[in-house]
């Protein structure tokens, strides 16, 4: 299917609203995969691997990174390697806009999660590829508010119109009806590699050897395991202290035994970090 049979996305702003992910998505993404290096350097590729949206840090997938991006491939066909737990659904759409209205082919690759507003974005690519362990994430739009109750209700009102253009979306590339993907968006569905391309979210598997990780080992890098700590922080989620405990010694260097850092130079200004973020974590 080609991008252009895509509808466009509009996208209000409201103030007093924000957009984040869900703490589904959060507790099950694993920044470590990756794609594995492509054999093709004259291949274009875009990265959409963290959370969508800028946090506190001025890190995640906005649009304004991904509009650049574009700008300096040209007209060339692109690749786009995604493994997201979703984010701002408003930046998802943005991005959205931009791929689908890219002049070159668009090939979306779903790498390991396609979540919330990762998924919309997964859309509107020409060709979409998902592993066959990766799973897209589709639900209704999730967000924050602050005010009374008809702040809420009018809130609510105003949801419905992204409800809707995220279903015509889903629709328009899996073939099925607006209200069937309105169904899935109401429970919050997770879609496997092989039911997604059977459902029509996606044209096809990756081959096994297009995603790797980013070590050997089942820890969590360090670098990984502070971006998921950085993530529960600034969502506010309650995850399980075991777990807790397992990031902030993997953020340690040692894993999740908790051994010393192997470089002693940093390893206690990295301690020191890492009891600060558990002390926060541990009193949301």
């Given at each position: ?28 993404w694993n920044p470590e ?98 592993g066959r362990a990766a ?150």
């Amino acid at each position: 299917m080609g991008n252009r049979n895509l509808p466009r996305a509009t996208i209000p702003g409201r103030p007093g609203v924000s957009s984040n992910l869900t703490p589904s998505a959060a507790q099950r993404w694993n920044p470590e995969l990756r794609a594995a290096a492509s054999e093709d350097p004259e291949v274009a590729t875009v990265s959409v691997l963290d959370p969508i949206g800028a946090d506190m840090w001025g890190d995640g997938v906005t649009s304004k990174r991904i509009a650049a991006a574009l700008r300096s491939i040209g007209d060339r066909d692109v690749v786009v390697n995604i493994n997201s737990p979703g984010g701002d659904y408003f930046e998802g759409l943005a991005i959205y806009n931009l791929l689908r209205e890219h002049k070159g082919k668009v090939t979306v690759r779903i790498l390991g999660m396609a979540a919330s507003a990762a998924s919309v974005i997964a859309m509107a690519g020409d060709q979409v590829l998902i592993g066959r362990a990766a799973f897209l994430m589709i639900h209704n739009t999730w967000v924050a508010a602050a005010g009374d109750r008809h702040a809420f209700r009018d809130v609510a009102d105003w949801l419905e119109p992204f409800d809707q253009a995220a279903a015509e979306v889903y629709a328009a590339r899996t073939g099925q009806t607006v209200a069937q993907i309105a169904q899935q968006l109401d429970r919050e569905t997770w879609i496997g590699g092989g039911a997604a391309v059977e459902q029509g979210f996606a044209d096809g598997l990756l081959d096994s050897d297009v995603v790797e990780t980013a070590q050997a080992s089942a820890d969590l890098s360090p670098m990984a395991a502070q971006k998921k700590l950085d993530l529960f922080l600034a969502c506010g989620i309650r995850i399980p202290k075991s777990d807790r405990r397992d990031l902030v010694a993997a953020i340690k260097g040692g894993g999740t035994s908790g051994a010393a850092p192997a470089n002693g130079t940093s390893g206690a200004a990295v301690a020191e970090w890492a009891q600060g973020a558990l002390a926060k974590i541990n009193s949301l």
